[in-house]
């Protein structure tokens, strides 16, 4: 009985990945007449727990190297860790731009799932040799979490979610 409760947990999940699974571009075409900002950079940031010196924080402090020594991932000691910044306000974000670590143990981001206040915008397939993730969003926001799934730690050299300030919910210039 217990088997089959938890088969049918698998399948619902595993259904509800594949009705919101986006695919990411590595390039994405972004709309270039618009000026987004990083709306993440310097902001409050936080991870399931810390490898370290490798806080949350790293991951939202304007460096993407990809590399241990730079001194710049973020890092969970658990297994599938999660991370996520919480934006200063609700925003209107355009998209998100993920970077993950190029030294070694790229699969460690594979299949993480990123969200915006808790709808899944997609999963980051994690494609060897390749350091940015695109994700459209086109959406209203605050909260950006990343969860890890490939039963490794969660490391990441930098997460950008660009929107654009003049669109900020609850202002009038449009």
Do not use: C, H
């Not at 810390?50 to 304007?62: F, L, Q």
């Amino acid at each position: 009985k217990a088997e089959k409760k938890k088969e049918a947990r698998e399948k619902e999940r595993k259904a509800k990945e594949k009705s919101a699974e986006v695919k990411f571009t590595v390039d994405a075409e972004i709309d270039s007449s618009q000026e987004y900002t990083n709306l993440a950079l310097k902001q409050q940031a936080e991870q399931k727990d810390t490898v370290s010196t490798r806080t949350a924080s790293k991951a939202v402090d304007g460096n993407r190297d990809g590399n241990w020594s730079g001194k710049s991932l973020s890092s969970t000691r658990s297994k599938n860790g999660w991370w996520k910044v919480t934006l200063s306000k609700v925003y209107y974000i355009s998209y998100i731009d993920v970077y993950n670590r190029m030294d070694k143990s790229q699969e460690r981001l594979k299949n993480a799932q990123l969200s915006l206040d808790g709808t899944l915008i997609g999963t980051i397939p994690q494609v060897s040799g390749v350091q940015k993730y695109t994700f459209p969003v086109d959406k209203d926001g605050q909260v950006v979490q990343i969860k890890g799934v490939s039963g490794q730690k969660l490391q990441l050299a930098e997460v950008e979610v660009y929107g654009s300030v003049s669109k900020i919910i609850g202002e009038q210039t449009f």
